[in-house]
């Protein structure tokens, strides 16, 4: 079943096909495949966004995009997902997502680098706001009060991506990448955030 119709562009980040793996390993210890099922959103797709998107894209639009990606100049930053929510009104249309507690100061400086870039190329209305989370369902077909991820699973946001979503099945296409600049004090731990 297509959920999304026509190509999208925006800016994200996402792991690494080992991370991935690894991370669908713990999900399973935790029954989460079992009952999301087909509901899980394709783990070669899971991501944390930076921008909205904009729908059915020109050249221009890319290109000049292309522009705000090079001009981005932030430290990559390591998230914790420490919990696993899942929350909607309708049936179908739920989201189940890994979420992080708090927002660490290097992301919220990374996502204040790509929001000023986008401003300052007069794309202001897909500049956002998000939080530091990885969804990994948008159509749960149930609820989810809370599942605990103890010991937390760390990720390292070091590389931001310009993507075009799009086809059947859905997937990314990457049309632009830039490596962040070494993590400034990188958290040995962080469990007393938790």
């Known amino acids: ?21 690894d991370t669908l390993v713990r999900l399973a210890r935790l029954g989460v495949d079992k009952r999301l099922r087909s509901a899980l959103f394709a783990p070669a797709n899971w991501h944390q966004s930076f ?14 995009l292309l ?24 049936p ?47 159509c749960a ?8 991820l103890d010991p937390p699973i760390a990720w390292t946001i070091d590389e931001l991506c310009l993507v075009i979503g799009g086809g059947d099945p859905y997937r990314y296409d990457v049309i632009g990448r830039w490596p962040l600049l070494p993590e400034i004090d990188p958290p040995a731990t962080q469990s007393g955030l938790f």
């Open 67 to 90: 522009q705000v990606g090079s001009a981005v100049s932030a430290s990559a930053c390591t998230l914790h997902f420490n919990r696993i929510d899942g929350s909607g009104d309708l």
């Open 92 to 138: 179908g249309r739920i989201h189940w997502t890994m979420r992080a507690r708090g927002v660490p100061k290097p992301f919220a400086a990374l996502l204040q680098e790509v929001r000023g870039r986008l401003c300052d190329a007069g794309f202001d209305r897909i500049a956002t706001g998000v939080t530091p989370h990885m969804t990994l369902s948008y």
């Open 1 to 21: 079943m297509s959920r999304i119709a026509g190509p999208r562009l925006f800016f994200l980040a996402m792991p690494p096909p080992a991370w991935v793996d």
């Open 51 to 64: 921008s909205e998107r904009i729908f059915s894209p020109t050249e221009e639009e890319c290109a000049a």
């Open 141 to 148: 077909r149930d609820t989810l009060d809370k599942i605990v």
